[in-house]
């Protein structure tokens, strides 16, 4: 399972908000939302929190093992 617990800390950590990543640089609150329930994300939205934010991509997200993975 991908976890965005690592974004939450990064957030907190850096200048922005969830008000400026809605109003200033146009994140949907939607996307917000599926961070907070760890819900998947595209490639592009990724991208832009790492440029918004100034990190890498494990700043963000981070891969947890879960019994409710399903093998391909």
Not at 15 to 28: A, D, G, V
Not at 44 to 51: E, H, K, P, R
Not at 52 to 70: F, G, M, R
Request: proline share 4%; hydrophobic share 30%; with cysteine.
């Amino acid at each position: 399972m991908i976890c965005y617990d690592p974004f939450w800390e990064t957030l907190k950590q850096s200048e922005e908000t969830t008000y400026t990543l809605i109003t200033k640089h146009h994140i949907s609150s939607a996307t917000l939302d599926k961070l907070r329930k760890n819900k998947p994300l595209n490639t592009t939205t990724l991208n832009d929190l790492c440029i918004i934010l100034k990190c890498n991509l494990d700043n963000i997200a981070k891969y947890v093992p879960s019994e409710n993975d399903q093998l391909l």
